[in-house]
């Protein structure tokens, strides 16, 4: 048997970018579809509300124009949103989500051999971002109460930083810088660094003490703020997501931006959310209102958990994660579990969010005898 194509086991593999090998994945909240039907999803911090039917009208209008191109510039929106904070047009920049917006802050600022800061554990993208663009993640630990450590932010920046994330509230964990904290932060940080205020939960902030990004913004010329309509818009299915930063930085942004990638219909979803503003603050509301509950009683049981600013809340389980999570799995309770530090539990209806609870007591039981066990040997 001959032939004149090549041998397959000679066949070379193409080559990947060494960046890739040591990459971080990044893991989606599991979800409720795969283990079976009576499962709540509290795993991804989606919001449990539909989306207003204003905002499914304009979606359902715009259907019919996806044969053609959305707009490049998001213009309607653009305005709506230097409207809505004040700022000038050409500060306002966006992408496919607020990831998709970090990762352009990402490439445009930071490339191999530059440092990027954050807290360690914030959000799962950061270094997943910062290894893509060849530059190196400093993790900065996350202090005993679960907040940024600013001071040590601030202490690690050196001739190579490019960009500092600061996510408040943060993700997992629920805590928000004060304004003080953030001042002196700013003080200390170089001016040709950009400091990026990661605000993705910032609605369900309530702490009259916490830092507002839009103010820090205005004060400094190297702070950029990163908003989304995923989280308390309820938008989290169409991708769009937004920066306010210096204009020479939104342009840099467009320039590294993927053409044409936010849709037609999240732009007019966003537009429509925005013109909803009390419906929007009504729900909020109401998932503070449970997020606070839910605090609370896993207080009650016992459970030491810090205050959450955020659309969930924050369990240290350690190294009992793996076996908790399974408890609330079990139960039908999807969380998000990070094996060796703990478990957020997104607030969902409150039917789901009595489920968590409950389950949050027998795994209660379960943290006290484990964690005694392990202080026994
Ligand atoms: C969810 C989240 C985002 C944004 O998500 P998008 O859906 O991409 O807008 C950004 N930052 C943090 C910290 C988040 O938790």
Not at 190 to 205: C, G, K, S, T
Not at 234 to 251: F, K, Q
Not at 350 to 368: G, M, S, V, Y
Request: with cysteine; glycine share 6%; proline share 5%.
């Amino acid at each position: 048997m001959s032939n004149d194509l090549p041998q397959c086991s000679t066949v070379e593999r193409v080559q990947l970018r060494s960046a890739l090998r040591d990459l971080p994945a990044y893991k989606p909240g599991k979800s409720a579809a795969v283990a079976g039907s009576l499962v709540h999803k509290l795993s991804s911090n989606e919001n449990p509300y539909p989306p207003l039917p204003s905002v499914q009208e304009v979606v359902a209008e715009a259907a019919a124009g996806i044969n053609l191109y959305p707009d490049m510039t998001c213009g309607a929106v653009t305005e709506a949103v230097a409207d809505r904070w004040d700022v000038p047009a050409a500060s306002v920049s966006f992408g496919a989500g607020s990831v998709e917006v970090a990762s352009q802050i990402v490439r445009a600022v930071a490339g191999e051999g530059d440092e990027v800061i954050f807290a360690w554990r914030s959000f799962e993208a950061y270094p997943i971002l910062t290894g893509l663009a060849g530059a190196t993640a400093v993790h900065v630990p996350l202090t005993e109460d679960e907040r940024h450590d600013l001071p040590a932010m601030a202490a690690a920046v050196t001739d190579r930083t490019r960009v500092i994330f600061v996510c408040t509230p943060n993700n997992p964990t629920g805590t928000s810088v004060t304004t003080g904290e953030l001042h002196t932060f700013m003080e200390a940080v170089p001016q040709d660094v950009l400091v990026v205020i990661d605000e993705a939960y910032v609605h369900f902030n309530v702490d009259p003490a916490a830092a507002q990004g839009i103010d820090f913004f205005r004060a400094y010329p190297n702070v950029l703020i990163l908003h989304t309509f995923s989280k308390a818009y309820g938008l989290a299915g169409l991708r769009i997501g937004y920066a306010i930063a210096p204009d020479y930085v939104s342009a840099a942004l467009r320039a590294v931006a993927i053409p044409f990638g936010v849709s037609a219909l999240a732009q007019k979803a966003a537009l429509a959310s925005l013109e909803a503003e009390d419906e929007i603050e009504a729900r909020i509301s109401a998932l503070v209102a449970e997020r606070e509950k839910l605090h609370r009683r896993l207080a009650r049981i016992g459970w030491s958990v810090v205050a959450s600013e955020a659309n969930f809340v924050w369990l240290r389980t350690g190294e009992a994660t793996q076996e908790l999570e399974e408890i609330f799995t079990k139960a039908g309770v999807i969380v998000r579990a990070y094996p060796s530090d703990g478990i957020r539990i997104s607030i969902g209806t409150a039917e789901a969010n009595k489920k968590a609870l409950q389950t949050a007591k027998d795994a209660f039981t379960h943290f006290t005898s484990i964690t005694r066990s392990a202080g026994e040997r």
